[in-house]
């Protein structure tokens, strides 16, 4: 009797992928699949389109198996050695309560995200890959939440992040942009997330705040970027593969993929705005300026490269890329500013620059520094100059950022534009946003603006703020007079003395 012949792993990836697929019986081809043609996308091949992963389901349940290992051994030995000392500085952790309490709840909506792509795009290998991010999504959160637990034994601030994720007024930001994808159909969704999110912007966010928190001693945030940030190569493949095949499949797909790659670039850029912040000012051992990770990994990888590689297709830089550059100079200073003057109604603990950081931001910035934003600071840590902003500020009705930002050619200009819907004004902070909103008016029209909700009496009484958002009153203030700040620096002292 012969022996059966094991299966070769191009085999096993078919069963699980390819083989799985057919045709309907009970119900017609547009009932199974009610979004496929809703947004004007031609695919006339389906089995054209490749899983970029190529992976079987045995050896993908096996690497996630072991890099959660691996990350659960960092996580273990962190707490074993307290290596919540071997920190930097305390106020590091500020950027933390940023990012975790954006990325988060972000992944766990990218999670939901490539749920639906994987029920609603007909291509088997396409749903199989989103059926793989859509599982990485959901361990990046576990992973992420976990990480929380170490810094809230010992910091200030961690303490509820799930209702500040949902609740507190800046957290609007994140939560509008994934919203906005969510609702969108299958194939905007990829090019939301997949190519404006993971491809243009990721590499931002895990390599270079991975490697500040390398740089500050901040192993907990190491170890989930290295267990992340390998997820995040293939979901930035998956992407690329999505854009093109689209543009391959039909040339009437084109202005459509554009008009999509022109929104979720704005979109994405205004999202990432707190980053700059983290980098150029929270991070108290600086590697990198914003401005030079904008023009590494933006201008040199996206703009030159990957849109160089899409314009035999007659695809041409998003629509406001040039504004983007124009603010490479100004966005952190802007950004840091806003948040100095909100330490009332943050959950975090902003500080101004001390002189180190000012010395970073010269070299860095040079003349902008020098002729526009090092006098602004000055003036803000003024003692005789009432800093602290009187109330909340406006929100622009697209990315829910405060009206903080410049006219694109000249920075000491706070751009202001609107749009008349219905007989309503709408405000915006900049080209892009307005852009987006004249487009689709409908859509952007029922934005939850957070500012407009507790003048309405929505989040509360107004004098009960920090309640709604989960926010206890020593989580706020200036990071200088905070309990972190003090705690951190006895503990140092009594760690200095081998005690």
Known sequence: MSKKKKRGLKEEYNLFTRDLDWEPSYVSWDEMYPYAKMEGIKIHDWSRWEDPFRVTIENYVRIQAEKERKFQAIRENIDMMQSQLDISDARWLEAMKLFMGAAAPSEYNAHRLFQFVARHVPSPAIRFAALTQSVDELRHVQDQVLMFNNYNKYYQGFHSWRQ??????????????????????????????????????TNILFVTVGSMAVKNGDQTYTGVGFTSQSDESRHMTLGMMAIRAMLEEDPDNVPIVQRWLDKWYWRAYKGFAVVPYMLDYIAPRKLMSWKEAFEMYIEDQVFNGLFKDLEPYGIRLPLHAQDSIKEKDHLTH????????????????????????????????????????????????????????????????????????????NPEETCFRHSVHEGETYHFCSDGCQWIFDNEPDKYKQA?????????????????????????????????????YKNFTKWKEIRAQGI
Not at 355 to 367: H, I, N, T
């Open 164 to 201: 500040v994720a949902s609740r507190h007024w800046l957290m609007s930001v994140p939560k509008s942009f994934f919203e906005d994808a969510l609702t969108a159909g299958p194939f905007e969704a990829l090019a939301a997330i997949s190519f404006g999110f993971e491809v243009v912007f």
């Open 448 to 484: 939850w603006l957070p500012v407009h909700e507790i003048l309405s009496g929505n989040c509360g009484p107004a004098d009960k703020l920090h309640e709604y958002w989960g926010v206890e009153p020593e989580d706020t203030g200036d990071y200088y007079e905070s309990l972190n």
């Open 334 to 409: 802007q950004v840091a500013l806003l948040l100095n003057r909100l330490p009332h109604v943050t959950f975090f603990h902003p500080f101004a620059p001390n002189e180190q950081d000012k010395a970073f931001l010269a070299e860095k910035y040079g003349s902008a520094w020098e002729d526009i934003w090092a006098k602004k600071w000055e003036q803000q840590t003024d003692p005789d100059h009432d800093h602290i902003y009187p109330g909340l500020p406006q929100l622009c009705q697209t990315c829910q950022i405060p009206m903080i930002f410049s006219e694109p050619d």
